[in-house]
């Protein structure tokens, strides 16, 4: 087991060291000078210098990929060509808003997909079965943006029962902050929910035809205690890594949702430094995210092991 | 938008492509999705001869006009008509869709290849290059790529193409391990088969199911990813009639003109269904299990 996940462990760092490269590279791939493009209008020599010294662009190559990788370690990501404000500032002041949109579009993932999943596996091949399957599947193409619009203009502009847009920090309101997550989280949580779906039932399925649920069976154990103890439990197990990835996912893959509902989050920090040409902040963001992402699939394949022991520690 | 990887354990043998074609046409919910798929190429290709007016027809007279006998999807904020530019925007998803999944395909098949094939190091290095293309949120990924490159459909194209490289990769590298070890790839080698050879005419072949399953998969997300692109302004740009570029202008009217958002969000939705519906009943006929159980259930 500390075999497995010190191997673990060794492979996702050096896949973050990769990532490190990649991102650090975004401020070199753009044609021209990026500090010059950030500033345009506002271009003097001295802030041009000031910036170029911070950033470390004055080093050669290597030197400053280290000292950009130092910083980053140590949690500083540099400061925006933009504002002058530090990256880690900018991305502390929208983590709240991504981790609020991420947390309730997984819970609304789960409120469908529990429930959908499960039912439509105790009944397979009936009508509940199929309409699980035609939610599913619907949930799964129908683009998140479109949903959110559809949202807004039925639930938001026409019977006024929810906020449109918008983002109310818990503490400030409570009441509120619920209020203007109900509609994010259900667009950004339908086609996480309509994944999970599918993979609780195949997991349910394959559970229910399971010696252990026959021996179960034959042992004359009640139907429900054969589906709690048995099925549901162990159908559970393999659905953490899809959940796992699917906040991985919700964490950093809600960027057009969060432009819809006018969300303060990180994906539209990201998006707004691309439109502002601001390369450290979209640095910052990038890097953050895919760490979050390698971060989460790291800790859900090392609970995976610890819930199912047959998982393979031997072999990669 | 999340990138769903096709299982990989199925390759294909060639005599049982004719059943697959059989088990295939029998399922009807995969018929209507590749009839709706065809009407959307046709409508993709000749949508210039369909559509009623230019996709820039601009008639300032009659704008914000709900759906009429003149303007079956209503006319947006400039007059232009809804309903020819959501059938000319079928033609930049059709294009990005196919150059994306293309540049996917033939960068990360025989990465794939490769990596299976010779495994050992060049497997490690290969397969951890794509864990580091993995890395990246799709989206997140395809916006810097954006921020490189700079807005536009082409760019689009070639930053949804990359994002989906480690997919094919994947899935393709997880196909020819089993195969690999085959009596008859063996025998090839055997009878002195040069490595090219091999892939090409031995295992290439053998592992397109999974290929062809992810394919299609992936052209609804590169579909649906061109389309959040152009939403948050970065693919395809002004006046041209892209699906999310007109959704994002709908947004601006969403309380006057219902019609600008429901419309081209209902034609990604249809096309991205029917290529995920075509994408699962490949998979069920070209998984043997499936197969047979498919074959049982229709008494084929």
Redesign the interface.
Known sequence: MIGYIVRRTLQAIVVLFGVSIVVFAIVHLVPGDPIRLALGTRFNQQAYDALRRRSGLDKPLVPQYFYWLGHALTGDLGVSFRTGQPVTQLIGQRIGATVSLAGAALVVALVIAVPLGLLSALRPRTSLDYGATVISQTGISIPEFWLAILLILVVGAKLDWLPSAGYVPPDQSVSGWLEHLILPGIAAGVSSGSILTRFIRASALEALGRDYTLTARSKGLRERTIIVRHVIRNALVPVVTVTGVQLAYLLSGVVVVEVVFAWPGLGMLALQSVQSRDYPVLQGAVLLFAAFFLIVNLAVDLLYARLDPRIGYASR | ??A?VAPTSTPLPARQRGETLRLLVRNRIAVVALAVLVAFIVVAVFGKALAPYGYNSVDVADRLQGPSVHHWFGTDELGRDVFSRVLLGAAVSLKVGAVAVGISLVVGVPCGLIAGFYGGVLDDVIM??M???F??????MA??V???LGPGSTNAMVAIGIVYIPIFARVTRAAVLPVREEVYVRAARASGASDLRLMRRHLLPNVLGPIIVQTSISF?FAI?SE??LS????GTQPPHPSW?LM?SD??DF??QA?WM??FP?AA??VV??AF??LG?ALRDTLDPRQRSLIRNARGA
Not at chain 2, 135 to 140: E, G, N, Q
Not at chain 2, 231 to 234: D, M, T
Request: charged letters at 5%; hydrophobic letters at 70%.
């Open positions: 938008m999340s769903t951890r290059v864990d580091v293309l890395a990246f949120p799709a989206i997140l916006i810097a954006l921020a490189i609804a649906l389309a959040a939403f948050i302004g970065l999310g959704l709908g947004t969403i309380n219902w958002v429901v969000g990604i939705f991205v269904l995920n519906i699962d």
